[in-house]
């Protein structure tokens, strides 16, 4: 089992800046990649940005390219998501998610394990 936590959601004014921390525990050595994916309100879960934590690999949803960074911390087992020039279609509750799986990165479905979600608003 893994076990995620996700911290530093919050309201913002658009143009602003957030970080996103994921805190994994439990049996977290086999996982190959974390991911955020977001829900945003009448939309499906949708994928933000992934991290593979051997080799540090990274891909961004094209909305979200140049302004997001998502980075990996092995020896804290957390995972990071900087968020930049923030927009209101921003807003959403954020996941973190964990995958033993080596392909399908951002498929929601392919992912093992959730966190609870962290609310992000960007107001205009």
């Known amino acids: 089992q893994v076990q995620l936590v996700e911290f530093g959601g919050g309201l913002v004014q658009a143009g602003g800046s ?3 921390s994921c805190a994994a525990s439990g049996s977290t050595f086999n996982t190959y990649r974390m991911t955020w994916f977001r829900l945003v309100p009448g939309k499906e879960r949708e994928f933000v940005a992934t991290v593979t934590w051997s080799s540090g690999i990274t ?3 094209d909305s979200v390219k140049g302004r997001f960074t998502i980075s990996r911390d092995n020896a804290r087992n957390t995972v990071y998501l900087e968020m930049n020039s923030l927009k209101p279609e921003d807003t959403g509750v ?3 998610a ?3 799986k080596t392909t399908g990165g951002r498929l929601a479905t392919m992912y093992d394990y959730w966190g609870q979600g962290t609310q992000v608003t960007v107001s205009s």
């Open 94 to 96: 954020y996941y973190c």
């Open 98 to 100: 964990a995958s033993y």
């Open 59 to 61: 891909d961004y949803a």
């Open 18 to 20: 957030l970080r996103l």
